[in-house]
T-cell receptor
Framework: GAVVSQHPSRVICKSGTSVKIECRSLDFQATTMFWYRQFPKKSLMLMATSNEGSKATYEQGVEKDKFLINHASLTLSTLTVTSAHPEDSSFYIC????????????FGNGTRLTVT | SQELEQSPQSLIVQEGKNLTINCTSSKTLYGLYWYKQKYGEGLIFLMMLQKGGEEKSHEKITAKLDEKKQQSSLHITASQPSHAGIYLCGADPLTDYKLSFGAGTTVTVRA
């Protein structure tokens, strides 16, 4: 079945630095990928939709300059948290829809970001 | 936006007992997804329901979408410790494929 790979699974960085998270669709092409953020014991909050070959569309309240999204190929989307602050510490998870009618969204295993 | 309400928020069951989780939408659902998540990990796809009245089963987990397509229930029969986790329902809008999620139900299975 469709598999989405996310890397790294955990990252610790210092305040002010930038962190890049990769999301890959391993056995299918994904023109659209989605980035979610999850706070402790909370549900997933959609941050943005990553579109291959064009700009990402961000949900209301999400800073596009803070969370840079690049979807350079049909199998790779990246989320870069720029100038990270401790409040950016969270669990980030990407997803992509498989090909074919009625295909569900498949999720990566998530990235635990800790900003010190 | 599509509002999804899940109930209960959490539940504890004895191993071998059945349990049911409900997911109610404020709007008609085009598609309803059930995922399972262990805290701090990715989501595991369980089932997708699209037709009113549709019911699907996988091993001991059964999910149903009601005729009006505004409510879904997930039922686990003879629960096991492996069923512990957070169950999330996700709504699929007719356009743009952006899933919105319920707040999740945390299931604890006691041996």
């Amino acid at each position: 079945g469709a598999v989405v790979s996310q890397h790294p699974s955990r990252v610790i960085c210092k305040s002010g630095t930038s962190v890049k998270i990769e999301c890959r669709s391993l056995d299918f092409q994904a023109t659209t990928m989605f980035w979610y953020r999850q706070f402790p014991k909370k549900s997933l909050m959609l941050m943005a939709t990553s579109n291959e070959g064009s700009k990402a569309t961000y949900e209301q309240g999400v800073e596009k300059d803070k969370f840079l999204i690049n979807h350079a190929s049909l199998t790779l989307s990246t989320l870069t948290v720029t100038s990270a602050h401790p409040e950016d510490s969270s669990f980030y998870i990407c997803s992509a829809r498989g090909t074919g009618s009625g295909s569900p969204l498949h999720f990566g295993n998530g990235t635990r970001l800790t900003v010190t | 936006s599509q509002e999804l309400e899940q109930s209960p928020q959490s539940l504890i069951v004895q191993e071998g007992k059945n349990l049911t989780i409900n997911c109610t939408s404020s709007k008609t659902l085009y598609g309803l997804y059930w995922y399972k998540q262990k805290y701090g990990e990715g989501l595991i796809f369980l089932m997708m329901l699209q037709k009113g009245g549709e019911e699907k089963s996988h091993e001991k987990i059964t999910a149903k979408l009601d005729e009006k397509k505004q409510q879904s229930s997930l039922h686990i029969t003879a629960s096991q410790p492996s069923h512990a986790g957070i169950y999330l329902c996700g709504a699929d809008p007719l356009t743009d494929y952006k899933l919105s999620f319920g707040a999740g139900t945390t299931v604890t299975v006691r041996a």
